[in-house]
């Protein structure tokens, strides 16, 4: 059994003696659990009245939890509990760009404790989309995270090119997606091109973005202020914004330029009536600022949806050069729209519905647990070496 501590800033909630985590976080957890056991988790803590009911409990899956903050983590309070917790595992799993990463980072390189670091997306675009602080913090975790990966006795990294480039490690490591695509049917191509054939109206569109909707690095005012160019050009625009958080700042913009009625929100919904959503639009667009790789992204092209995607981060591994756009352009994003509209959708669908078979759920598992085998495998032996060493020296 191998002792894995994780350590990242996303929270867990602890509620009447048992711990919940948001699905996401969960399922990344659970493929570390599958691989190393039960795991001792270095997390904020949150209280009670944030749980919700569709958390996950992981209390099965947990060694212990070493509660924590990112300003505890940034001020190194606190170091102790966490200085115990590294010395008695065996391997430090760090997700980055976190704090509380890099301070686990360090104090396993002090203990000369095995890394695996985990890139999730820039740290440079993380924190310099994030305001006056974010921009003073964003060269040092720039720095930070790049030395954590070249010091890594291990990394992963949720994109194929991108954050292997900028965050280069030269001991073992692997690119794979968290997403999980588990049915690439070939029905839903047939269901897409019927509904590109059956449109009536080929400039009326349905266009769509499934993200938190008062996180302004995802970007979709850049969408809503396509919308009077994409008018003027002749098409009827729908835009849905999937996602939960406070509309008001997207609403404002919609009213200010006027195309309130063009923009509807649906609030948080469940994955499976996204998927519902993701058939009836007819452009899924992803206008981040920031991502590591977006898995809603990626399920839009399972579903055939054709796709326009900002050139940050992995996005430019997903679709093609067509259907990039710069950052913040939202006359990009109109003239996109129209000339794919123009060149014809299902062109569009069939490439990404072939790309993402390259990300169905066998595949990126197959590849995520041949890594983990062999870190697995490493640190058995290491152990083993050290427990022999141990009995002829006594």
Not at 81 to 101: H, M, N, Q, W, Y
């Given at each position: 059994?191998?002792?894995?501590?994780?350590?990242?800033?996303?929270?867990?909630?602890?509620?009447?003696?048992?711990?919940y985590a948001k699905?996401?976080?969960?399922?990344?957890?659970?493929?570390?659990?599958?691989?190393?056991?039960?795991?001792?988790?270095?997390?904020?803590?949150?209280?009670?009245?944030?749980?919700?009911?569709?958390?996950?409990?992981?209390?099965?899956?947990?060694?212990?939890?070493?509660?924590?903050?990112?300003?505890?983590?940034?001020?190194?309070?606190?170091?102790?509990?966490?200085?115990?917790?590294?010395?008695?595992?065996?391997?430090?799993?760090?997700?980055?760009?976190?704090?509380?990463?890099?301070?686990?980072?360090?104090?396993?390189?002090?203990?000369?404790?095995?890394?695996?670091?985990?890139?999730?997306?820039?740290?440079?675009?993380?924190?310099?989309?994030?305001?006056?602080?974010?921009?003073?913090?964003?060269?040092?975790?720039?720095?930070?995270?790049?030395?954590?990966?070249?010091?890594?006795?291990?990394?992963?990294?949720?994109?194929?090119?991108?954050?292997?480039?900028?965050?280069?490690?030269?001991?073992?490591?692997?690119?794979?997606?968290?997403?999980?695509?588990?049915?690439?049917?070939?029905?839903?191509?047939?269901?897409?091109?019927?509904?590109?054939?059956?449109?009536?109206?080929?400039?009326?569109?349905?266009?769509?973005?499934?993200?938190?909707?008062?996180?302004?690095?995802?970007?979709?005012?850049?969408?809503?202020?396509?919308?009077?160019?994409?008018?003027?050009l002749g098409y009827?625009?729908?835009?849905?914004?999937?996602?939960?958080?406070?509309?008001?700042?997207?609403?404002?913009?919609?009213?200010?330029?006027?195309?309130?009625?063009?923009?509807?929100?649906?609030?948080?919904?469940?994955?499976?009536?996204?998927?519902?959503?993701?058939?009836?639009?007819?452009?899924?667009?992803?206008?981040?600022?920031?991502?590591?790789?977006?898995?809603?992204?990626?399920?839009?092209?399972?579903?055939?949806?054709?796709?326009?995607?900002?050139?940050?981060?992995?996005?430019?591994?997903?679709?093609?050069?067509?259907?990039?756009?710069?950052?913040?352009?939202?006359?990009?994003?109109?003239e996109t729209v129209?000339?794919?509209?123009?060149?014809?959708?299902?062109?569009?669908?069939?490439?990404?519905?072939?790309?993402?078979?390259?990300?169905?759920?066998?595949?990126?598992?197959?590849?995520?647990?041949?890594?983990?085998?062999?870190?697995?495998?490493?640190?058995?032996?290491?152990?083993?070496?050290?427990?022999?060493?141990?009995?002829?020296?006594?």
């Amino acid at each position: 059994m191998i002792n894995a501590l994780v350590a990242t800033d996303f929270g867990i909630v602890y509620k009447e003696g048992k711990y919940y985590a948001k699905t996401a976080v969960v399922s990344i957890l659970r493929r570390y659990y599958n691989s190393f056991g039960p795991l001792t988790l270095c997390m904020p803590l949150r209280k009670p009245e944030l749980y919700r009911p569709e958390m996950e409990e992981i209390t099965d899956i947990l060694r212990s939890v070493v509660p924590t903050t990112k300003l505890l983590a940034l001020l190194h309070l606190r170091k102790a509990p966490l200085k115990k917790a590294v010395t008695e595992a065996d391997i430090v799993i760090v997700r980055c760009s976190s704090f509380i990463g890099y301070f686990a980072a360090d104090i396993a390189k002090h203990l000369k404790k095995p890394v695996l670091a985990e890139a999730m997306s820039c740290a440079w675009e993380s924190f310099w989309n994030h305001g006056i602080a974010g921009k003073l913090l964003a060269p040092y975790m720039e720095w930070k995270m790049k030395s954590i990966f070249a010091a890594a006795d291990y990394a992963l990294y949720v994109t194929q090119d991108f954050l292997q480039q900028r965050y280069p490690c030269m001991n073992p490591t692997v690119g794979v997606s968290n997403v999980r695509i588990d049915n690439l049917s070939e029905l839903v191509m047939e269901n897409r091109c019927q509904h590109i054939a059956e449109k009536t109206l080929q400039k009326e569109l349905y266009l769509m973005t499934c993200a938190a909707v008062d996180v302004k690095f995802k970007g979709q005012r850049y969408v809503i202020q396509a919308i009077p160019e994409l008018n003027k050009l002749g098409y009827y625009i729908t835009y849905v914004c999937v996602g939960g958080g406070n509309q008001s700042y997207l609403k404002q913009i919609a009213r200010k330029y006027r195309v309130e009625s063009q923009v509807v929100f649906t609030g948080a919904v469940s994955h499976e009536k996204v998927f519902e959503l993701l058939n009836q639009c007819d452009i899924y667009i992803q206008p981040s600022l920031q991502e590591g790789l977006p898995r809603s992204m990626i399920e839009a092209m399972s579903r055939g949806c054709p796709c326009i995607g900002a050139r940050t981060a992995g996005i430019p591994e997903l679709v093609p050069e067509a259907c990039l756009v710069d950052c913040k352009s939202s006359r990009q994003i109109a003239e996109t729209v129209a000339k794919m509209t123009t060149a014809g959708l299902i062109r569009y669908a069939e490439e990404n519905f072939k790309k993402a078979a390259e990300y169905s759920d066998h595949v990126l598992a197959d590849r995520r647990n041949a890594f983990f085998k062999q870190i697995k495998l490493e640190l058995c032996d290491s152990k083993t070496a050290r427990g022999g060493k141990n009995e002829n020296t006594g």
